[in-house]
Nanobody, 123 residues
Framework: QVQLVDSGGGLVQAGGSLRLSCTASGLTFSSIGVGWFRQAPAKEREFVAAIRSTGRITYYADFMKGRFTISRDNAKNTVYLQMNSLKPEDTAVYYC????????????????WGQGTQVTVSS
C-alpha cells in the first residue's frame, strides 16, 4: 500500500521559514518524481515545485522567485520543501504528490497524494 505522509507545516510570521517533509512508503521511491502543490481556501490547487527521481532536475512555479527549494533524500524516502521569506499569501494546505505520468506541474497526472499539511503565515 502506497502512503505519502506530509509534515512540517505550522504558523510562522511573514519573513520566516518552514521546511516541509514528504515521506513515502510502499513504492520504489528512488525511481519516481515528486511534486508539491498547495491549495488556499476557495482557490484551485496550484503547482509549487517538483523534483525528478535522481534529484538533479527540479521545477518551480514562477511565484517562487528563489524563495523555495525542493530536495530529496532517497535513502530516507523523503522529499523536502524549504520555504524561506514566507508571505501571508503563501498560506495554504501544502500537499506532496508522487509518480507523475507526464508534466510535473499538472496535479491531475500524479498517482499518489499525501494528506496535506497546513502552512499559515501571519502578517
Amino acid at each position: 500500500q502506497v502512503q505519502l505522509v506530509d509534515s512540517g507545516g505550522g504558523l510562522v510570521q511573514a519573513g520566516g521559514s518552514l521546511r516541509l517533509s514528504c515521506t513515502a512508503s510502499g513504492l520504489t521511491f528512488s525511481s519516481i518524481g515528486v511534486g508539491w502543490f498547495r491549495q488556499a481556501p476557495a482557490k484551485e490547487r496550484e503547482f509549487v515545485a517538483a523534483i525528478r527521481s535522481t534529484g538533479r532536475i527540479t521545477y518551480y512555479a514562477d511565484f517562487m522567485k528563489g524563495r523555495f527549494t525542493i530536495s530529496r533524500d532517497n535513502a530516507k524516502n523523503t522529499v523536502y520543501l524549504q520555504m524561506n521569506s514566507l508571505k501571508p499569501e503563501d498560506t495554504a494546505v501544502y500537499y506532496c504528490a508522487a509518480d507523475p505520468r507526464g508534466s510535473y506541474d499538472s496535479a491531475k497526472l500524479y498517482g499518489y497524494w499525501g494528506q496535506g499539511t497546513q502552512v499559515t503565515v501571519s502578517s
